[in-house]
């Protein structure tokens, strides 16, 4: 069986955008990254309310040193991903209005299999 992956890149089924053409794949160049910083945007901002509502040790979460891991600490890096991947769909829209060109997918295997 074969693996299904892009080097660099998101799995996509691009079958549609290739169909429609040009066009397509300049709306969908905004309407994916928008999408996700919305996605993540709400996150963040319930991320407030979700972290003042975590209180209280974790049970079985220990510091190496000693004491128990406080709820709150078990969630950061959740939001500190979603910082990062909002950060990115940031610069992808950038890229997009400044015109700088997607990386071009390839379906060829490199020489080494």
């Not at 979460?61 to 500190?80: I, K, Q, T």
């Amino acid at each position: 069986m074969t693996p299904v992956y892009h080097e660099k890149k998101d799995i996509t089924v691009e079958v549609v955008v290739d169909w429609l053409g040009g066009w397509a794949q300049k709306v969908t160049r905004f309407i994916a990254p928008m999408v996700t910083a919305a996605v993540v945007g709400t996150i963040l901002w319930q991320a407030p309310e979700a972290l003042s509502s975590q209180v209280g040790p974790f049970e079985g979460a220990v510091f190496p040193w000693g004491g128990e891991v406080e709820r709150f600490y078990l969630s950061l890096p959740l939001f500190a991903s979603c910082v990062l991947i909002m950060l990115e769909s940031g610069l992808d829209i950038l890229k997009a209005i400044a015109g700088v060109p997607e990386p071009q997918k390839s379906h060829l295997l490199d020489a080494e299999g």
